[in-house]
Nanobody, 124 residues
Framework: QVQLVESGGGLVQAGGSLRLSCAAS????????MGWFRQAPGKERAFVAA????????YYADSVKGRFTVSRDNAKNTVYLQMNSLKPEDTAIYYC?????????????????WGQGTQVTVSS
C-alpha cells in the first residue's frame, strides 16, 4: 500500500513563499510520475504541477508557471512544490498524488494514490 503524506502548508502573506513536501512510502517511488493538485473552497480539484520519473520532465498549470517549481528527490522518496510570489487566489488545500505510470498527466483520474492534503492560505 502506498502512502503519501504532505507537509509544509500554512498561512503566508501575498508575495511570500512556501515549500510543500510529499513523502511517499514504497520502494518504487522513482518509477512513477508525481503530481500536485489543489482544491479551493467551492471549486473542483485542479491540476497544479507534475514531474515525470525523469526529474527534468515537468509541467505546470498556466496559473502557476514561473512562480512554482516541482522537484523530486528519489533517494528520499519525496516530491516538493516550491511556491513563490504567492497570491490570495493560490489559497487551497494542496494534494500530492502518484500517477499510474512513469509519465505525468494533468488528469486527476490517472493518479492512483493521493495524500490527505495540506492547507495553504495566502492573505492579502
Amino acid at each position: 500500500q502506498v502512502q503519501l503524506v504532505e507537509s509544509g502548508g500554512g498561512l503566508v502573506q501575498a508575495g511570500g513563499s512556501l515549500r510543500l513536501s510529499c513523502a511517499a512510502s514504497g520502494r518504487t517511488f522513482s518509477s512513477y510520475a508525481m503530481g500536485w493538485f489543489r482544491q479551493a473552497p467551492g471549486k473542483e480539484r485542479a491540476f497544479v504541477a507534475a514531474i515525470g520519473w525523469i526529474a527534468a520532465s515537468t509541467y505546470y498549470a498556466d496559473s502557476v508557471k514561473g512562480r512554482f517549481t516541482v522537484s523530486r528527490d528519489n533517494a528520499k522518496n519525496t516530491v516538493y512544490l516550491q511556491m513563490n510570489s504567492l497570491k490570495p487566489e493560490d489559497t487551497a488545500i494542496y494534494y500530492c498524488a502518484r500517477h499510474r505510470s512513469a509519465y505525468y498527466s494533468t488528469k486527476s483520474n490517472e493518479y492512483a494514490y493521493w495524500g490527505q492534503g495540506t492547507q495553504v492560505t495566502v492573505s492579502s
